[in-house]
């Protein structure tokens, strides 16, 4: 399962998890994106989780998924662990679902459900850069330049108006004057 699967992590992880022989499930808030979702590897795709928003968070539902990326945080985040497989595990690394999170300790007693966070901030530089080989090399999204849209530094704030207002997909990178 991948979570906000048409955001620049999530539509990654879609085509590295695809092309890894995974059986990807993608979920979107965005209908027209599932044949671009499907385009890049999803076997399935939903709407956004949970799928009835006002509906009082369970503790444990019904196993669905073996492992997730979640992208989105929030309430989405804890549905998704609720709903882990026995053994399951999700990396968690966005917050636009919100920092909370509704749930308790169940599907980690009952199931044995890992809670990962990602950290791209203090990572330190080696492993960093070894990763950055690798996602240059052999962990290569094969659709990342169909994924990535290069923006003007002049752009950059009707960009992020477009993700608020959740109609930008794919992978944004700012060209500065001057490169870096």
């Known amino acids: 399962m991948v979570t906000g699967?048409?955001?620049?992590?999530?539509?990654?992880?879609?085509?590295?998890?695809?092309?890894?022989?995974?059986?990807?499930?993608?979920?979107?808030?965005?209908?027209?994106?599932?044949?671009?979702?499907?385009?890049?590897?999803?076997?399935?795709?939903?709407?956004?989780?949970?799928?009835?928003?006002?509906?009082?968070?369970?503790?444990?539902?019904?196993?669905?998924?073996a492992a997730a990326i979640d992208c989105v945080g929030g309430a989405t985040l804890a549905d998704v662990i609720s709903t882990l497989k026995y053994g399951g595990a999700v990396a968690a690394s966005g917050l636009t679902g919100g920092p909370a999170l509704n749930t308790t300790v169940m599907p980690f007693i009952l199931r044995g459900v890992s809670l990962l966070g990602m950290d791209s901030v203090q990572m330190p530089i080696g492993p960093r850069r070894a990763l950055w080989e690798r996602l240059g090399a052999d962990l290569k999204p094969r659709h990342l330049d169909d994924l990535t849209h290069d923006v003007d530094i002049q752009d950059v704030v009707a960009v992020i108006d477009?993700?608020?207002?959740?109609?930008?997909s794919g992978r944004a990178v700012v060209r500065v004057a001057g490169g870096f």
């Open 5 to 65: 699967a048409t955001g620049g992590v999530g539509s990654v992880s879609v085509d590295l998890l695809a092309a890894a022989g995974y059986q990807v499930v993608a979920s979107t808030g965005k209908a027209a994106a599932a044949e671009q979702l499907k385009a890049l590897g999803a076997a399935d795709v939903i709407g956004r989780l949970p799928e009835d928003p006002e509906a009082k968070p369970r503790a444990l539902g019904k196993a669905r998924w």
């Open 162 to 168: 477009q993700v608020r207002a959740g109609k930008y």
